[in-house]
Each structure stands twice: as C-alpha cells, then as structure tokens.
C-alpha cells in the first residue's frame, strides 16, 4: 500500500471501529495500480454524512445532500462520500437527488469507467467488480456498463472519457467511441465551465495530441465554444506537444497560436475564463507575436515582464520544435535582472523634476516625453540619474 493510502489508513480505521463499512475509491486506486502520482485519496463508506461529521473533529461540509464530506486528518483533506446510486438524471447532468444505499458494489457501479470503479480495503485488496484491473492492464477506458446509457445520464462523462485518454495515455474503448460518436449532441446540456475545466485538462494530459484528435474526430469540437468548424485547425494543433507546458495560460497560448481564431478575448470570454487569465493569455499572444518577427529586446522584455516573457518563450520554443532549456531561463532572467529599471515607479526623475526643468506649463507634453525618458533608460541610452537624464534633455533641445 502506498504511503498516501497508509497515511489516509486511520480514517478507514475509525470508520470500521464505528461499525461502517469503508473503501478507498475512485481515481487513488486506479492511480496505485498504474503506479502513478496519487493526488486525493477518496473514501466511500456506509456511514451517512452525519454519521461522518460526528466521528472526525475536522470536517467541511461541501455537500451533504450529496453525500460528502471532507475530514481533515494530520492536515491531509480526505472526502468521505456515502455509498449512494445517482437516481434520477435530468437533462443528461448530474442527478439532483441521490439515494444512499448499503453496499459498496452499487456505489462502484454508478462510476463512469471500469478503472474508476475500484476501490481497496484497508488490507489493501483491490475489490473489483468491472475488470477494471484487466482494462487498466489493457490501457483501455471502457465504461460501467452501457456507454450509450451512462452518456445519456451524464454528458460530462463524454468529456472524462477523452480526458482519461490525455492523462493516463489509454485508448477508448469501440463501444464507447462509437457511444461517444452518437450522444455527443447531449454536451449541449452541459455547463461551459464544466467543459472548461475537463478541456483543460486533455490539454495538460500526456496523451493531450490523441485526445485532441479524439475531440475533433468525434465531433466533441462542435460542442464547444468557439471551435465550430475549427476541426482543421485543432487538427493542426493536436500535433504540438502541449501538455510539455507548464500552465493552462501557457497552454492556451500554443492552442490559439493554431486556431486561427478572430479575437482572442471574445472567444476566451466564451470559455468563461476569469478575466485575470484572458488578460494574460491575450497579453501571451501579442508577445509570442512579436518574438516570432525577432529577437528578445531590452523594451520588449522590460515590457512584457519576467513573468510572460518566460511563458511566451516556452511556448516559441514549443512552436519550433525544442523545450526550454534550464540555461535559457537562467540567462532570461539574468536579461531582466539587469536591465536599469523594472518599472517606471524607478525612474529616477518624474513630472515633477521635469516641471522643474521647463518653463512650460503641466499638460500631455509630460507624459510623452516620460515614456520617451523611460524607453532611453530601458535602452541604456541614459544613466538612470536626474542629473544624465537632464544632460539629455537639454542636448536634445527637450527643455
Ligand atoms: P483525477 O486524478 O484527475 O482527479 P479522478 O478519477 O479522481 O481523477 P475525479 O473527477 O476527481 O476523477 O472523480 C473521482 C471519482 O468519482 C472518479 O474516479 C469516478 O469514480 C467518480 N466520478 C467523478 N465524476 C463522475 C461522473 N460524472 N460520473 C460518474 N462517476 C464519476
Ligand atoms: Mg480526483
């Protein structure tokens, strides 16, 4: 058992000491089995929500009526669900009521995909009733019982199938491509925010370049914001090893450098993403832009910032076909480190100063020539002092 599990093991414990029945479940097993990085270790037990809450010290309730809880043990988060079946699907979302039920198989059976519905005891036996460790084995997402039902339950499920493919690097079952093919229309039912969150997801996948494919060739593209009728171009894209970047914003940026796409904010608005990131990707654009016509410059960089100008570059040498050295960040860094100022707040002389020099009075004049003092500076083509900015000034008639 893996450190995560034996850590997370006085969870089960207490539960079993109260008489519940209780498993870990769902992506932990699956993930011990492939022998991956385990993320959350999740539980599903007998025992109701409240029963949960009265047992543990620390708990959250993030959604009772659906059946869970999060315990905090030694400052791990655990989320304890109880045993339930999803009963009633409306409009191919999630259920807004759930039953709890008694057993563990139920539990297991109402999870989209065979290597999803495993769970392991607390003497580590893996309990698994849909040869989720036969279809691990096989590299295969398959799902718990009939594709074309359990995607006309939830649509969402759609999306995981070919979110899995890009994380775990496995190929989709025929029948449930052939389901995915035939209910991807229902994906209309379900919320944007939800399909950003999977859509993200493929993209950061290792296998994000089959699952792209996938979204294309299936039609899942249609379904999504923006990219109707931009099966070519995600095509295009599917080629670029995207998931070797480091953050979705960085990720974004190499998808629209394919997708041949109007406007960037309009069409990342429609992916309801916070305005934070729109701003940075959008900024990410116009920067690779300009990398792609040269080399890095002093004003650029000074510009851009650290920040961006390291996710742009990533994102250049994706495009040409090379990863980002550790040598080149350091030397990135070391290029913006020493330039003469980081903003112009370090400017060493400001309206005031240059109302001082002049006899004329405050109006727009100011500010134009502080941008032109503040690119001299950047440039090196002035010391960052009142008295060489002056010299400037006066040499050049300025004042
Ligand atoms: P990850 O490691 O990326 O978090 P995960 O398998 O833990 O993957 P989650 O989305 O966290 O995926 O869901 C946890 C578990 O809950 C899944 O393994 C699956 O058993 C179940 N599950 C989640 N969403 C659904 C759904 N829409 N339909 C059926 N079962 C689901
Ligand atoms: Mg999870």
Same mark, same amino acid.
């Given at each position: 058992?893996?450190?995560?599990?034996?850590?997370?093991?006085?969870?089960?414990?207490?539960?079993?000491?109260?008489?519940?029945?209780?498993?870990?479940?769902g992506?932990?097993?699956?993930?011990?089995?492939?022998?991956?990085?385990?993320?959350d270790v999740d539980i599903a037990?007998?025992?109701?929500?409240?029963?949960?809450?009265?047992?543990?010290?620390?708990?959250i309730?993030i959604g009772?009526?659906?059946?869970t809880i999060i315990v905090?043990?030694?400052?791990?988060h655990y989320e304890i669900t109880?045993?339930?079946?999803?009963?009633?699907?409306?409009?191919?979302?999630?259920?807004?009521?759930?039953?709890?039920?008694?057993?563990?198989?139920?539990?297991?059976?109402?999870?989209?995909?065979?290597?999803? +519905? !495993?769970?392991?005891?607390?003497?580590?036996? =893996? &309990? /698994?009733?849909?040869? *989720?460790? #036969?279809?691990?084995?096989?590299?295969?997402?398959?799902?718990?019982?009939?594709?074309?039902?359990?995607?006309?339950?939830?649509?969402?499920?759609?999306?995981?199938?070919?979110?899995?493919?890009?994380?775990?690097?496995?190929?989709?079952?025929?029948?449930?491509?052939?389901?995915?093919?035939?209910?991807?229309?229902?994906?209309?039912?379900?919320?944007?925010?939800?399909?950003?969150?999977?859509?993200?997801?493929?993209?950061?996948?290792?296998?994000?370049?089959? +699952? !792209?494919?996938?979204?294309?060739?299936?039609? =899942? &593209? /249609?379904?999504?914001? *923006?990219? #109707?009728?931009?099966?070519?171009?995600?095509?295009?894209?599917?080629?670029?090893?995207?998931?070797?970047?480091?953050?979705?914003?960085?990720?974004?940026?190499?998808?629209?450098?394919?997708?041949?796409?109007?406007?960037?904010?309009?069409?990342?608005?429609?992916?309801?993403?916070?305005?934070?990131?729109?701003?940075?990707?959008?900024?990410?654009?116009?920067?690779?832009?300009?990398?792609?016509?040269?080399?890095?410059?002093?004003?650029?960089?000074?510009?851009?910032?650290?920040?961006?100008?390291?996710?742009?570059?990533?994102?250049?040498?994706?495009?040409?076909? #090379?990863?980002?050295?550790?040598?080149?960040?350091?030397?990135?860094?070391?290029?913006?480190?020493?330039?003469?100022?980081?903003?112009?707040?370090?400017?060493?002389?400001?309206?005031?100063?240059?109302?001082?020099?002049?006899?004329?009075?405050?109006?727009?004049?100011?500010?134009?020539?502080?941008?032109?003092?503040?690119?001299?500076?950047?440039?090196?083509?002035?010391?960052?002092?009142?008295?060489?900015?002056?010299?400037?000034?006066?040499?050049?008639?300025?004042?």
């Amino acid at each position: 058992m893996n450190k995560e599990f034996q850590e997370a093991l006085p969870v089960l414990k207490r539960l079993k000491e109260h008489g519940f029945d209780a498993y870990f479940v769902g992506g932990s097993v699956r993930d011990q089995l492939l022998k991956k990085e385990i993320k959350d270790v999740d539980i599903a037990s007998s025992a109701t929500p409240e029963q949960v809450k009265a047992l543990f010290e620390k708990t959250i309730d993030i959604g009772s009526e659906h059946g869970t809880i999060i315990v905090i043990v030694n400052g791990i988060h655990y989320e304890i669900t109880t045993f339930r079946t999803e009963s009633a699907y409306e409009d191919n979302r999630r259920p807004t009521g759930v039953t709890f039920v008694s057993s563990l198989k139920e539990d297991l059976k109402r999870r989209d995909f065979t290597v999803n +519905a !495993m769970a392991m005891d607390d003497a580590g036996t =893996i &309990i /698994d009733f849909f040869q *989720g460790k #036969e279809h691990a084995e096989a590299k295969i997402i398959t799902t718990v019982g009939s594709p074309h039902e359990r995607f006309s339950e939830d649509a969402l499920r759609i999306m995981r199938a070919v979110r899995f493919v890009s994380q775990l690097g496995f190929s989709l079952s025929r029948e449930t491509l052939d389901a995915i093919c035939e209910k991807v229309p229902l994906l209309e039912n379900i919320s944007v925010e939800r399909k950003t969150a999977e859509f993200e997801k493929i993209m950061a996948g290792e296998g994000s370049g089959e +699952a !792209m494919k996938l979204v294309a060739d299936t039609g =899942i &593209i /249609d379904y999504l914001p *923006g990219l #109707e009728g931009k099966k070519q171009q995600l095509l295009n894209a599917s080629i670029l090893p995207i998931s070797g970047l480091s953050s979705n914003e960085e990720r974004w940026t190499a998808l629209l450098d394919v997708l041949e796409i109007s406007s960037i904010e309009a069409f990342l608005k429609r992916w309801k993403l916070s305005n934070r990131q729109i701003g940075m990707i959008a900024k990410n654009i116009f920067y690779l832009q300009k990398r792609k016509e040269g080399d890095l410059t002093r004003q650029s960089v000074y510009e851009a910032g650290l920040p961006c100008t390291l996710e742009v570059e990533a994102v250049y040498c994706l495009i040409k076909g #090379e990863t980002m050295s550790k040598g080149l960040i350091a030397e990135l860094q070391a290029f913006y480190k020493n330039l003469p100022i980081h903003s112009k707040n370090e400017l060493a002389i400001g309206g005031a100063d240059l109302m001082q020099f002049s006899s004329q009075k405050p109006g727009p004049w100011m500010g134009e020539l502080l941008k032109k003092i503040e690119l001299a500076v950047v440039n090196d083509e002035v010391e960052n002092s009142k008295e060489a900015i002056k010299e400037m000034l006066r040499s050049c008639n300025l004042i």
